[in-house]
């Protein structure tokens, strides 16, 4: 009997051990997958503080003040956020690694990386994620000139909103006229401002420091001592794209070209030399970018339904009488970036619908008739329209205020993953 009770006993605190040792493997596990998933909030806080310092610079701030409290190492940046205390007495601490700061790689990296130490003594729990974001050039205001801003005769500058519905698939409509709206904002950071009748600039206007003031020539509200930076943005080249094609001094009728293949990020990228962008059509459903020298944009570019197309450029854009570009489309199709000098030009009756950016040359239009017209946001070092030559802002390319937005995000997992993070960030995370 006595040695079956030792038998019994024996048996039932093996039964016991077992069932207490799970149990603590079960608490074990499931602090675990609590820390995983508080450690996944807290790089995600670490990637929302690079962000607002993106944010910063979009909105004017310099890198150097912006990035204030960060170190700097050429051009990434890093910081510890301050500790965190978690629950159950968990300490949590952040680190985050921006590979170009300051804007000037086309697509920098976040990388933040959370380490979260339990009470009990077991094994750190690690989260690690990147963040690929890219500068959103579209704008908070319809017309920006950085050194002046002329309207003669009749010219003007409203608005229209062409997706009232914010529907992502449209459909757009055209300017209409009579239906259009005084949500205009323009911006003149220097130089004068001249407008031959009163109210030609249909909303506000936000003045720079030395810019008087047009009395009476506007709608809407007035700022004064305004100030903001319009930086080129940084041009894709063959190495930083997963997949481009050549195509020196002859760009095809069509774009996509049958049998190409799209980059990672969905669009297709064609480089150029010397290559006049004229009659170019954009098929349907396709995202399509042009970089590289050109001898300009003129006329004849479309684009079809939910189609985009992209231009990085060195020359202007000049439309003689009658010619057009993009005249099926909305605005935010076709994003047109220049470090051009020379002056991009519109003739009587010609008609852009676009989102231009020439901060280093002049935006003159210049003509007569009634069908011309300017329709989407222009940036340029000075802007003058004279005659019927009009500015429409299309209200369905405001922002949110996100200048910074992500274009890509992955969790370092795998083991090939983790091990190039040491590497890429000068030994700051591991």
């Known amino acids: 009997m006595l040695l079956s009770a030792m038998l019994f006993a024996i048996g039932l605190a093996m039964v016991l051990g077992s069932y207490l040792t799970l149990g603590r493997t079960t608490l074990k596990v499931a602090h675990r997958s609590f820390f995983a998933n508080d450690a996944t909030n807290l790089t995600e806080a670490g990637l929302e503080e690079a962000l607002y310092r993106f944010n910063l610079m979009g ?7 912006a990035w204030t409290g960060w170190t700097i190492s050429g051009a990434n940046a890093s910081f510890t956020l301050p500790t965190f205390n978690r629950d ?6 952040v680190k985050v690694y921006v590979i170009g700061y300051d804007g000037s790689t086309s697509v920098p990296m976040i990388i ?3 380490t979260i130490t339990p009470f009990d003594g077991g094994a750190p729990v690690m989260k690690t994620v990147q963040l690929a974001i890219k500068y959103d050039f579209t704008p908070d205001y319809g017309l920006v000139a950085l050194s002046g801003l002329t309207l003669n005769n009749t010219s003007f500058a409203d608005s229209f909103n062409s997706n009232p519905t914010k529907s992502p698939t449209g459909p757009w409509a055209a ?9 205009n904002t323009t911006v003149v950071l220097a130089g004068t401002v001249t407008v031959a009748t009163a109210l030609s600039i249909k909303g ?3 003045l720079g420091a030395t810019v008087a003031n047009p009395t009476g020539k506007y709608t809407g509200s007035l700022t004064t001592g305004f100030s903001a930076s319009f930086p080129m943005p940084v041009y894709p080249t063959t190495t930083s794209v997963s997949q481009s094609y050549n195509l020196a001094a002859t760009i095809p009728a069509t774009l ?3 049998g190409d293949v799209a980059a990672a990020d969905g669009r297709y990228y064609y480089f150029c030399s010397g290559a006049t962008i004229g009659t170019v059509a954009i098929t349907a459903g396709k995202n399509v970018t042009i970089v ?8 004849g570019l479309t684009i079809g339904n939910l189609g985009s197309c992209i231009i990085y450029m060195d020359k202007p854009v000049v439309l003689a009488t009658g010619k057009t570009v993009n005249d099926t489309n909305w605005a935010g199709a076709l994003q047109i970036f220049t470090t051009s000098t020379t ?3 519109f003739a009587s009756n010609s008609r852009i619908t676009a989102c231009l950016y020439t901060p280093s040359a002049a935006l003159t239009a210049i003509g007569a008739g009634a069908s011309g017209m300017l329709t989407g946001y222009f940036v340029a070092k000075t802007i003058s329209a004279s005659n019927t030559m009009d500015f429409h802002f299309d209200e369905a390319l405001l922002t949110t205020g996100n200048l910074w937005k992500p274009v890509g995000w992955l969790e370092l997992q795998s083991a090939a993953d983790k091990s190039t993070v040491a590497g890429r960030t000068g030994n700051f995370l591991r």
């Open 204 to 206: 506000d206007i936000k």
């Open 112 to 114: 933040s990386q959370a």
């Open 256 to 258: 996509p070209r049958g």
């Open 59 to 65: 909105t004017g701030t310099a890198p150097a003040t």
């Open 175 to 183: 300017y209409p006229g009579t239906g259009a709206t005084t949500r």
């Open 292 to 299: 590289g020298t050109t001898t300009g944009i003129s006329g």
């Open 343 to 345: 002056a991009s030009t």
């Open 88 to 93: 159950q007495n968990a300490i949590g601490i």
